[in-house]
């Protein structure tokens, strides 16, 4: 039976009074792009262009290299600068392609010319949806082509759009459906297409009435379409806790989503779906929030991909006269990437740049004590594993202990146990190398074996 909301969980101050009130922005970027060729889960694009070549907005320029893999779009038009590895946000050296902006913006071809629904078949949907690059848009960057091709279609109950954008600070998603709110339900409609027993239900935390009542306006006389507001709680947005709550299946471990008959997506990818199935758009940009107390006007900007962060930033107005820029975050504070420099490309899973005058994870360094053992984190948790138990066997450098005793692998890395903790213990970050060194033991004894 479905409920509120789920198990576990935390409320971290929003902060969305930066942003929330701020409408939708279109940018346009002034300087060259740079285009990372990994851009989802998977493996890297390969590129389709050489140096000098030309352009426009809307073009190929590394196709998908496998199944789990997705095209590269170039965001505007002008030509290819180079082909080279640049830094990129995490601070490693990425192949990427830079395109030498012209200012033009001249589109491969017209976006706002439409097709209809009922002409388009269901090969055709997965098709156009492949060709214009869709990834997942709330983070995980998952090609949307492949969530949307289970194995048993007719299997699947419920699509459920993810819109509680529980993230605090930031609000673009809020935004995207107060005012795409019609886009945003007919994308939905069209992935229901592919799956002709599901209920579509887009859940909204009660802290965007706003968003909520557009949608429900925009929903009202579809017939599979609903909405369900959600209670305001973090992490209201991850997938089994939205599973819980709107299908009210606990999700077994090891199990996706659609081997207990749901597809979640993100209300993000849904409206590019949209752009991609009626228009023929591809996805070479998206929203994000600028906030934090460090921005001079925080807002909510339509951005192209490749756009540098210190661009998008001025875009907001820069950082506050009097104010010095600690902190940086590709995201919001809860699962944010912390960027030590500004001068790297937007990519399409950044939903937000969160900039702050203080370090709170220096200051809780500085606190940091031994495990008070209380037990808290376990409480929060909400897919109930034991991060107490998991930060000591990666300690102690027992990693299969850590994989396959504890479930360490199954952690979503919301951060409500570092966010909990009273001993400022960085649980989510340890957990985040646990992940990283159990993945390169097993990727060395796939090379090895293949030699």
Request: charged letters at 25%; one cysteine or more.
């Amino acid at each position: 039976m479905a409920r509120d909301t789920f198990s576990g969980g935390v409320h971290p101050a929003e902060h969305k009074e930066f942003s929330r009130g701020e409408p939708l922005k279109i940018y346009e970027t002034k300087g060259d792009v740079i285009l990372p060729l990994s851009q989802h889960i998977g493996r890297p694009a390969k590129p389709v262009v050489k140096k000098n070549d030309p352009v426009l907005a809307g073009q190929i320029v590394a196709e998908a290299d496998g199944f789990v893999s997705a095209n590269i779009i170039c965001s505007v038009s002008g030509k290819v600068k180079t082909v080279e590895k640049r830094r990129t946000l995490t601070g490693a050296m990425q192949d990427c392609i830079v395109i030498e902006n012209d200012g033009q913006f001249t589109p491969v071809r017209d976006y706002e010319e439409r097709d209809y629904i009922a002409q388009i078949t269901n090969e055709e949907i997965l098709a156009r949806i492949v060709n214009a690059g869709i990834v997942g848009l709330g983070g995980a960057g998952f090609p949307a082509h492949v969530k949307l091709a289970p194995k048993d279609p007719v299997a699947i109950k419920y699509v459920i759009v993810n819109g509680a954008e529980c993230e605090p600070y930031l609000t673009c998603d809020d935004q995207l459906m107060r005012a795409r709110a019609d886009e945003i339900v007919e994308g939905l409609e069209i992935i229901l297409k592919l799956f002709v027993n599901a209920e579509g239900v887009i859940g909204i935390e009660r802290n965007k009435p706003e968003a909520i009542a557009a949608m429900e306006r925009a929903a009202d006389g579809h017939r599979r379409v609903r909405i369900q507001p959600l209670k305001t709680k973090y992490p209201q947005g991850g997938e089994k806790s939205l599973i819980r709550v709107i299908a009210g299946i606990d999700t077994p471990r090891a199990m996706l989503p659609a081997d207990v008959g749901c597809i979640v997506i993100n209300v993000g990818t849904v409206f590019h779906i949209q752009r991609a199935v009626v228009h023929n758009e591809p996805l070479f940009r998206r929203a994000m929030t600028v906030t934090g107390d460090a921005v001079k006007e925080p807002g909510n900007f339509i951005v192209r991909t490749g756009t540098l962060f210190s661009e998008v930033l001025e875009a907001a107005g820069g950082i506050k006269e009097g104010v010095t820029l600690t902190k940086a975050l590709a995201g919001g504070p809860m699962m944010g990437i912390a960027i030590a420099n500004l001068d790297v490309p937007v990519i399409r899973m950044n939903n937000g740049l969160t900039l702050f005058s203080e370090d709170a994870v220096e200051k809780a360094e500085k606190q940091m004590t031994a495990c008070l053992h209380c037990g808290r984190c376990t409480t929060v948790c909400p897919i109930g594993l034991m991060p107490q138990m998991m930060a000591d066997a990666f300690i102690a450098q027992d990693l299969d202990r850590y994989e396959k005793k504890l479930y360490g692998l199954e952690c979503v890395e919301c951060g409500s146990c570092t966010y909990i903790c009273p001993a400022k213990r960085p649980l989510m970050q340890t957990f985040k190398q646990a992940k990283a060194e159990i993945a390169a033991v097993k990727a060395a004894k796939t090379a090895g074996g293949a030699r």
